[in-house]
């Protein structure tokens, strides 16, 4: 009987890598893929995306939801991008530069970000995203208006042949994959980005520790009750911006590395579905938005991805287009993110009434208290 | 002057300004070469089509569902409503309110499922209200491209199926509203008259069913749902109600739209319909749990105004076209500001 | 050890929110190691007290108060709880304030973590240090072990049985090192029997090690049995401070209750009250904090029937239950027919309406217009206020009827306000309570559940709500079940005055009844007594 339950737990728990799961075993052997190419490019996409997705980690913790204001950050690593090419600063010292100029950027646009969050408590995530888009339209003010003629530019080549603005695609040839190669590995025929990989191990040390230390106690707390929290002296309204902006100048780092590894960037669209990938990634890898863990980014990296990878394939094997193979991934994407929410919303709702359930029946006390012998403070 | 303080607190600075910006925009356009008016045809033309789309918001706001960012579920039955008139081949008027006719049913079943869902995830309304209208998009664009479809007008010439991105209303009901008892003075005067009276005919509908006992139990719900569970309404029901009357007027709404428009866009097209939507009623001064008839009119003459002018009237000042930068600020920008704002609890 | 200096004193302390006094001259003084029990009905001006002796912001936001509080015979001025918390003083509050997510240890050093530096804090500060987990775990064990009960500090505190909670937190507030003072507020209200006696000891033990406390509670054999000294607070007023040596709890219950009666109901000889129109067989309502277990009990036709107890003991939760409003069981009946639970629609079809206590919350439409408010529930309910148009086809809102019964009662209840579209939370707390009024009278009820009618309003309102209650009843026969914390209220205008404890019928007494009576059973002494005497 119980291991009944525990098992549909189980399966309810995780609906949402189970369908994912299912869909991607079907849909891969249909693509006709050959296994070493979807090895290569699950290892590559981990490289170039996982950064990305760990920044949603500590707003989660913080009990702020899915951080849809991530966008912010890769704003500013765009940012930084776009300096690093007009500065020609070539290869791994160009990312140093790039993440030097976006890091100031980052932390104004995570503090606002927080603020603007902070004033919208329960509504978390419908802010973030729009203030994303909002952000978006500033975002374009400033690259297609104020770059070249306010900010000075000092390379033709990238500006607009009006004399101001960047060009829609940036040649990013200057630090291309400057990271993967720095220390690329190859095994078997398949190329590890051992760099790459490094940065991301070092980030997971630093989620690891972060969580121990006071300030991720404190984030804790606040993410599962404002309140008490409050009352215990902890600063709430401060903790959840500072959240932000470490979440924000994750995301920041993630997009330079997710940049250079493609090796070139849509200046006014690279960061539009960026917090649609990580925030799919990580529900599909079983996070909640409660709830979100170091194996939720690296199983939802890898099964989103490979999604991405062989639908198209399979869609065009099956239908005899590309293109419904790629509405199919958007539609499961986006299904993903609606079920997760739905179910984590559902759960909240079902929880209150089954702990009001559980207290009509009278189950007060399942372990009754003992009393035992107290010591005197001095005999401690 | 204390007066003057609470109006502006209360409508809120943004919506002022944004107003004076549009007078402004008025009053400088002859300076700059632009023909005021044709920019009050296209005003007017793109106030008709785009305010039922906003209307379509006002039932959930009311019954506290929040901004509907949902709205693609009704504008997908709008969409089978008339890609189904078409297919049948249905034209003129008759396709017109074959398109209206065909379309409700889909529109009352997907608002009953949509309901459904948003009663068991209340307080997370909005963000799970976007991605399910997201979703909802993407597997039509599946469905589109699948379902049997044979009208060779509406299907890609060299596949012969699966239905083509944009198909135009030409032979069929475009521009059939705007057309009816249309004034046009000159060459470039033009009011389409039929579109904004069925514009206000559904303005009109909605305000009544808000006086009716239905649309009063709605209201109380949004305002104070323990209130009105203590009267004995039910809340779901009540908010169900609202959806799937938000999911029709949407349906109608894109209808509209597209007569006017003259085309149907299919696939990714909805996927942010409801963005602007939901902007024009904000700038029209609702909130995220109140909002009137004035607030849709109002809302959706200023944003669309905005919208119609600053490509011409900016764009001839400062020599680029910066009206893509300022839609989005300010759209997002009154939708941040209405997130933002400190709800007035009155509790 | 009594000490020549007390730990705390309390001289005359006073305080008004906006001229409605709710303490005045307040003194007394808690000696170290000593256990003083504070008793009190609702609304006696306990937790106002605490309030200020722990510096809530709420006290300076009002105006401040009057008096002056001593530590250690220093004068100590709290701006906010955390200086008190520094000064000493800790305190249990009613409701748990714990994370649900993290374990014992965890919360019994929240935000008091012990702490390892490392470089980071060089750069951060200190919030960047890792916690010391075996420090904070032996602390926790340590604090648990004062106590004097198992807990097992690696339990969350969601997977904890209500006992553990209570336990929990009170480790908290004494792991804290300098902690001197500790204040609980009805901290056995969720224990059962053996686990408060297990908390009685624990709490003694921690007196003698010079810990003083102020116990809260409505329990009063409890006081009784461990309080050094017991304060009786009556309306603002410190009306008994005694050794609790030999004083008994017949005692103390009519010190709490007792006043002069100005006004008793006493014409119920002429009084029309007919059969049986309403029954109570087995409810239970779970109402989230006044939860009804076991109430059986009958209402006759005509009559004004009081419901009173203390707060928390589910007075409130028999109406809540019977209009529908929370889950309920058991069987209802009204005017021989089975009223359905938890279906608010049926019962008020059935002919019941209901003045629910929270006013802004359930009773108003704050947003809406006055007319609205009062016709609302008639319209849905009776399909009142409608008018047909198109034969019948569509039924709109009928304004001008709306306007007209708005206008009657707001002059029949002289309701003051600038007229039928004014918004209910532009008024008074009077007025709105007079709008429920007219909500419920609106649907012309043959039996009326009225709960708190009078709570916060002033005293001139109070009485014409009590008034209008009074003459609806005579005019039109309607039965009325008027439940209320204020037990003189309740002697006033009703027949007959049923006191809940424990989510039961303790007992069902006459207006003109001994006031001790009233407190016994309130205290649910009555009951113990009676089980005394049968063992």
Not at chain 1, 210 to 225: E, N, P, S, V, W
Not at chain 2, 148 to 158: A, D, E, I, L
Not at chain 3, 35 to 41: A, N, P, Q, S, Y
Not at chain 3, 225 to 253: E, F, H, M, N, Q
Request: overall charge neutral; aromatic content about 8%.
């Amino acid at each position: 009987m119980i291991k009944k339950t525990s098992i549909r737990r189980f399966f309810a728990d995780n609906v949402v890598v189970i369908i994912f799961l299912v869909l991607t075993a079907a849909a891969t052997p249909v693509s006709g893929l050959s296994a070493g190419y979807i090895v290569q490019e699950i290892l590559t996409r981990i490289g170039r995306n996982s950064f990305l997705v760990f920044s949603l980690i500590l707003p989660v913790m913080a009990g702020m939801g899915l951080n849809f204001g991530m966008v912010l950050g890769a704003m500013a690593g765009e940012i930084g991008l776009i300096f690093a090419v007009d500065w020609n600063i070539i290869g791994v010292p160009g990312l140093i530069f790039a993440n030097l100029v976006g890091l100031p950027i980052a932390i104004f646009l995570g503090w606002l970000c927080g603020e603007v969050l902070n004033r919208a408590r329960g509504r978390e995530m419908v802010t973030g995203f729009i203030l994303g888009f909002f952000m978006d339209g500033i975002y374009q003010f400033v690259v297609l208006y104020l770059m070249g003629s306010v900010i000075p530019m000092r390379s033709a080549a990238i500006t607009l042949s009006r004399g101001y603005g960047i060009r829609n695609t940036l040649n990013l040839d200057s630090v291309r994959q400057s990271l993967d190669d720095l220390l690329m590995v190859k095994l078997f025929g398949i190329n590890l980005p051992i760099a790459t990989y490094l940065i991301i191990i070092l980030l997971c040390v630093f989620i690891i520790w972060f969580r121990k230390t006071k300030l991720g106690q404190d984030m804790r707390a606040i993410g599962q009750d404002q309140i008490v929290s409050n009352a215990s002296g902890i600063p709430v309204a401060r903790t959840r911006v500072i959240a932000i902006i470490i979440s924000t100048i994750l995301a920041m780092v993630g997009q330079i590395i997710f940049l250079q590894n493609m090796g070139n960037m849509a200046t006014y669209n690279a960061h539009r579905q960026t917090g649609f990938f990580a925030v799919a990634a990580i529900l599909v890898g079983g996070a909640s938005v409660t709830k979100a863990t170091i194996p939720n980014v690296f199983i939802g990296v890898v099964l989103l991805h490979l999604m991405y990878i062989v639908m198209p394939r399979a869609g065009a094997q099956l239908f005899g287009s590309a293109q419904i193979g790629e509405y199919f991934r958007d539609a499961f994407s986006y299904g993903a993110i609606a079920l997760a929410l739905v179910l984590h919303a559902w759960r909240k709702m079902r929880g209150v009434e089954i702990d009001r359930a559980g207290l009509r029946q009278g189950v007060a006390s399942a372990a009754p208290l003992e009393a035992i012998e107290p010591i005197k403070e001095d005999t401690l | 002057m204390q007066k003057l303080k609470e109006f502006v607190t209360d409508f809120g600075l943004p919506r002022i300004i944004i107003f004076f910006f549009l007078i402004g925009l008025f009053v400088a356009a002859p300076f700059v070469g632009v023909r005021i008016d044709t920019s009050i045809s296209d005003v007017l033309n793109r106030f008709g089509q785009n305010a039922i789309l906003v209307l379509a918001l006002v039932p959930m706001v009311q019954s506290g569902c929040g901004l509907n960012f949902g709205l693609p579920v009704g504008i997908i039955a709008g969409l089978l409503g008339g890609t189904l008139a078409m297919q049948l081949g249905l034209s003129g008027w008759l396709g017109f309110a074959g398109a209206l006719a065909i379309s409700m049913p889909f529109a009352i079943l997907m608002g009953w499922l949509y309901g459904q869902l948003l009663n068991r995830v209340k307080g997370d309304e909005m963000t799970i209200a976007m991605y399910v209208g997201f979703s909802m998009v993407t597997f039509f664009s599946i469905l589109w491209l699948l379902l049997p479809y044979s009208n060779p007008t509406m299907v890609w010439g060299y596949a012969g199926q699966g239905l083509r991105t944009t198909i135009t209303l030409d032979n069929y009901w475009g521009q059939i509203l705007n057309n009816f008892l249309s004034v046009r003075i000159g060459e470039s005067f033009f009011i389409p008259t039929g579109m904004i009276l069925f514009v206000l005919l559904c303005a009109l509908i909605v305000y009544l069913f808000f006086r009716s006992k239905t649309g009063t139990a709605m209201t109380a719900v949004g305002s104070n749902p323990d209130f009105a569970r203590a009267g004995g309404v039910s809340v779901d029901k009540m908010r169900t109600i609202s959806v799937i009357v938000s999911t029709m007027l949407g349906a109608i709404g894109i209808l509209v739209y597209q007569q006017s428009y003259g085309f149907i866009q299919l696939y990714q097209g909805p996927l942010y319909m409801a963005f602007p939507a939901v902007a024009a009623l904000l700038i029209g001064g609702a909130s995220v749990n109140k909002a009137s008839m004035v607030n849709v009119l109002v809302g959706t003459l200023l944003f669309q105004g905005i919208l119609t002018m600053t490509p011409s009237v900016i764009n001839s000042v400062l020599k680029t076209d910066m009206s893509e930068v300022l839609r989005i600020v300010l759209s997002n920008g009154m939708i941040l500001y209405a997130l933002t704002r400190k709800t007035k609890v009155s509790k | 050890m009594p000490n020549d200096t007390p730990l705390l004193s309390l001289e005359g302390i006073s305080k008004d929110f906006y001229g409605n006094s709710v303490l005045a001259d307040v003194s007394f003084s808690v000696g170290k190691g000593q256990i003083v029990g504070l008793v009190g009905e609702n609304g006696a001006g306990k937790t106002t007290l605490m309030r200020i002796l722990f510096g809530m912001p709420v006290i300076a936001e009002t105006g401040g108060f009057g008096g002056s509080i001593k530590l250690d015979g220093q004068e100590v001025f709290f701006k906010s709880p955390f200086d008190a918390l520094d000064a000493g003083i800790g305190m249990v509050h009613q409701e748990f304030s714990l994370i649900p997510g993290f374990s014992t240890t965890e919360n019994i050093a929240l935000n008091r973590e012990a702490m390892k530096a490392n470089f980071a804090c060089d750069i951060f500060g200190d919030r960047m240090s890792v916690l010391d987990r075996v420090t904070m775990r032996g602390r926790a064990e340590k604090a648990i072990k004062r106590l004097g009960v198992k807990l097992d500090p690696d339990m969350l505190v969601s997977e904890m049985p209500v006992g553990h909670k209570q336990f929990t937190e009170i480790a908290r507030e004494i792991n804290r090192e300098n902690v001197k003072l500790l204040v609980l507020d009805e901290p056995t209200a969720v224990l059962t029997e053996s686990e408060a006696e297990i908390l009685l000891k624990s709490l003694r033990h921690l007196a003698d090690q010079g810990i003083s406390i102020i116990f809260i509670s409505h329990r009063l054999h409890e006081v009784t049995t461990l309080a050094d000294s017991i304060v009786v607070l009556r309306d603002g007023l410190v009306v008994k401070d005694t050794p609790a040596k030999g004083v008994s709890v017949r005692d103390i219950a009519s010190w709490m209750v007792g006043r002069s009666v100005e006004a008793k109901r006493t014409d119920r000889s002429g009084r029309d009250i007919g059969d049986e129109i309403l029954v109570f067989d087995k409810l239970w309502v779970d109402m989230p904090g006044e939860t009804v277990k076991d109430v059986n009990l009958s209402v006759r036709k005509g009559e004004i029937l009081g419901i009173g107890g203390l707060a928390g003991q589910g007075k409130l939760g028999i109406p809540n239950g019977v209009m529908g409003l929370y889950p309920a069981g058991g069987s209802v009946r009204f005017k021989g027919k089975d009223v359905p639970l938890n279906d608010p629609r049926r019962a008020l079809e059935l002919g019941m309406a209901f003045v629910s206590e929270d006013r802004r919350g359930v009773g108003l439409l704050l947003d809406e217009p006055l007319d609205w408010n009062i016709g609302f529930t008639a319209m849905q309910i009776r399909g009142d206020y409608l008018r047909s148009y198109l034969g019948g086809l569509v039924k709109l809102r009928d304004e001008e009827a709306l306007k007209k019964l708005s206008q009657e009662y707001i002059e029949l209840l002289s309701i003051k306000c600038t007229g039928a579209k004014q918004r209910a939370k532009e008024l008074s707390g009077g007025n709105q309570q007079k709008i429920c009024l007219a909500k419920a009278f609106a649907l012309k009820p043959t039996l009326l559940f009225v709960s708190e009618p009078t709570r916060g309003i002033d005293v001139g309102a109070k009485e014409l709500v009590l008034q209008s209650l009074r003459h609806y009843n005579r005019d039109f026969g309607t039965t009325i079940v008027m439940v209320s914390s204020e037990l003189e209220e309740l002697r006033s205008i009703c027949d007959r005055v049923a006191i809940v404890d424990e989510g039961s019928i303790a007992g069902i007494l006459l207006p003109d009844a001994d006031i001790s009576d009233f407190g016994l059973l309130m205290a649910g002494e009555a009951r113990k007594e009676a089980a005394d005497a049968k063992a």
